[in-house]
């Protein structure tokens, strides 16, 4: 079993729809989570920190479900700007080596 | 500029060739990261490097890969006898570690190797 496993898409939506991704990770002793958005061909980059009792920022919010081993990055009124891929990223304690997922790709249409 | 360089941003190289991929991290930051992704996959650790410590190789895929980072700055990726599965973009990333916790990860544009 992958470390973090990611379901790759693409989920295709509508400008305006609600769209949510999980990310499931497989050692309990993970203890950070984020998540990154890479645009085609570009550098990932951070978009949100997951805390323990979740987290919005804008149309974006990220839960943490410890005793289930996932995260969720939920996002609402999706806009065009917002087509990329979404990776989930884990910290285990006492490692200093984020692991990336392989991503989920959103492709939000017109 | 204040981010992440890498260079060069693009190589082809003939199967058999040596390679190498330059990182310049961000001022300050202590720790520097380097990843692989080929087409369609996830980000592959590589190795860690934090100050003056030994190096983390661990994720280094065989003995024709190597790292070395002088200063604490600069680093420079080394692909000896390339082969075709090392086709993939390389990125580069720092991050400024506080109280042993990784900060954000900042990223460079990559060097995308392609092997003929």
């Known amino acids: 079993r992958k470390e973090v496993e990611q379901d790759p898409g693409p989920f295709n939506v509508p400008e305006g729809a609600t769209v949510a991704f999980n990310c499931t990770y497989s050692?309990?002793?993970?203890?950070?989570f984020f998540w990154y958005r890479q645009d085609c061909r570009k550098e990932p980059k951070l978009l949100m920190s997951v805390y323990s009792s979740g987290n919005e920022d804008g149309r974006f919010t990220a839960q943490l479900n410890r005793a289930s081993q996932y995260i969720s990055l939920l996002i609402r009124d999706s806009k065009l700007s917002d087509s990329a891929t979404y990776l989930c990223?884990?910290?285990?304690?006492?490692?200093?080596?984020?692991?990336f997922g392989r991503g989920t790709s959103l492709i939000v249409h017109p | 500029g204040a981010g992440v360089s890498q260079s060069p941003s693009n190589k082809v190289t003939e199967k058999g060739k040596d390679v190498e991929l330059r990182c310049d991290p961000i001022s300050g930051h202590t720790a520097l990261y380097w990843y692989r992704q080929s087409l369609g996959q996830g980000l592959e650790f590589l190795i860690y490097?934090?100050?003056?410590?030994?190096?983390?190789k661990s994720g280094l895929p065989s003995d024709r890969f190597s790292a070395e980072r002088t200063g604490g700055s600069v680093s420079t990726l080394t692909i000896q006898r390339t082969q075709q599965e090392d086709s993939a973009v390389y990125l580069c990333a720092s991050s400024f570690m506080a109280g042993g916790i990784t900060g954000e990860l900042f990223f460079g544009e990559g060097s995308r190797l392609t092997v003929l």
């Open positions: 050692n309990s002793a993970s203890q950070s």
């Open positions: 490097f934090q100050g003056n410590s030994a190096p983390d």
């Open positions: 990223v884990v910290l285990s304690g006492g490692s200093y080596i984020p692991t």
